[in-house]
């Protein structure tokens, strides 16, 4: 049994409730490919809305989530409220929360553990700048970030991880497809030595950066690109094309 492809849309801090009605019923009356697992993350006012209106067998994931159950965090989210709301998914680590809000490698991993023993799936999203990559430094990098999570969280099965070089993200500069396989590759040898030769084989390693119905058909022919995780793209109709993109 191959990895499951899987695209995610992070609508980021977008869409008012009329658009985000729009995307939903445009992907609700599109034809996408059944063996695409699709999930859904509007901003968090908007999350059960999505819930709402999405059809069945697509899933809708939070931005963001806390590593407390309940209390005194003002502006938090947790692990249960999103659950009982039918939420399924959390993005966590994403370059945005590392870079502007300072999230460091071990919150993001203290969050990832709570969101996983709660039974929600992680979006788990990793990165280098371009200064990183430029001194060579893109594999110790994205590998120290998870190996953040991986001293916390033993059981892979409800993470997938995103891969998202942060000089691509919104800038319409994307990795080669070289670039990109090649990251995914030491990515998935990095989890067979650090976790385990199933985790290595079962997890599925996405791609964001720029991805558009234009580049997703190339990327998604690597033997270690298993689906993306779409920013702008994902509020587009274009967002259908990438979802089809194996099938097209």
């Given at each position: 049994?191959?990895?499951q492809?899987?695209v995610?849309?992070?609508?980021k801090m977008n869409?008012?409730?009329?658009?985000?009605?729009?995307?939903?019923?445009?992907i609700?009356?599109?034809?996408l490919d059944?063996d695409?697992?699709?999930?859904?993350?509007?901003?968090?006012l908007?999350l059960?809305?999505?819930?709402?209106?999405l059809?069945?067998g697509?899933?809708?994931?939070?931005?963001?989530v806390?590593?407390?159950?309940n209390g005194?965090f003002?502006?938090?989210?947790?692990?249960?409220?999103?659950?009982?709301?039918?939420?399924?998914?959390?993005?966590?680590g994403h370059?945005?929360?590392?870079v502007?809000?300072?999230?460091?490698?071990q919150?993001?991993?203290?969050?990832?553990?709570t969101?996983?023993?709660?039974?929600?799936?992680?979006i788990?999203?990793?990165?280098?700048?371009?200064?990183?990559?430029?001194?060579?430094?893109?594999?110790?990098?994205?590998?120290?970030?998870?190996?953040?999570?991986?001293d916390?969280?033993?059981?892979?099965?409800?993470?997938v991880?995103?891969?998202?070089?942060?000089?691509?993200?919104?800038?319409?500069?994307?990795a080669t497809?070289?670039?990109?396989?090649?990251?995914?590759?030491?990515?998935?040898?990095?989890?067979k030595k650090?976790?385990s030769?199933?985790?290595?084989?079962?997890t599925?390693?996405?791609y964001?950066?720029?991805?558009?119905?234009?580049?997703s058909?190339e990327?998604?022919?690597?033997?270690?690109?298993?689906?993306?995780?779409v920013?702008?793209?994902?509020?587009?109709?274009?967002?259908?094309?990438?979802?089809?993109?194996?099938?097209?």
């Amino acid at each position: 049994m191959g990895r499951q492809f899987f695209v995610g849309g992070n609508f980021k801090m977008n869409g008012n409730i009329k658009s985000v009605k729009e995307i939903i019923s445009n992907i609700n009356q599109a034809k996408l490919d059944s063996d695409v697992e699709v999930v859904i993350a509007p901003p968090s006012l908007y999350l059960l809305l999505a819930r709402e209106h999405l059809r069945e067998g697509l899933e809708v994931a939070a931005q963001n989530v806390f590593d407390k159950p309940n209390g005194a965090f003002t502006g938090e989210i947790s692990v249960d409220q999103l659950k009982e709301s039918g939420i399924t998914w959390t993005i966590l680590g994403h370059s945005e929360r590392r870079v502007i809000l300072q999230e460091d490698d071990q919150f993001v991993a203290s969050k990832t553990k709570t969101a996983i023993d709660g039974g929600l799936g992680v979006i788990l999203c990793c990165g280098e700048s371009l200064e990183q990559r430029e001194a060579g430094k893109t594999i110790e990098v994205v590998t120290r970030q998870l190996k953040a999570v991986a001293d916390k969280v033993k059981d892979w099965s409800k993470i997938v991880v995103a891969y998202e070089p942060i000089w691509a993200i919104g800038t319409g500069k994307v990795a080669t497809t070289e670039q990109a396989q090649e990251v995914h590759a030491a990515l998935r040898e990095w989890l067979k030595k650090e976790v385990s030769s199933e985790a290595a084989e079962k997890t599925r390693i996405l791609y964001g950066g720029s991805v558009t119905e234009k580049n997703s058909g190339e990327l998604a022919k690597q033997p270690d690109i298993d689906g993306f995780l779409v920013g702008g793209a994902s509020l587009k109709p274009a967002f259908i094309d990438i979802i089809n993109c194996k099938s097209a």
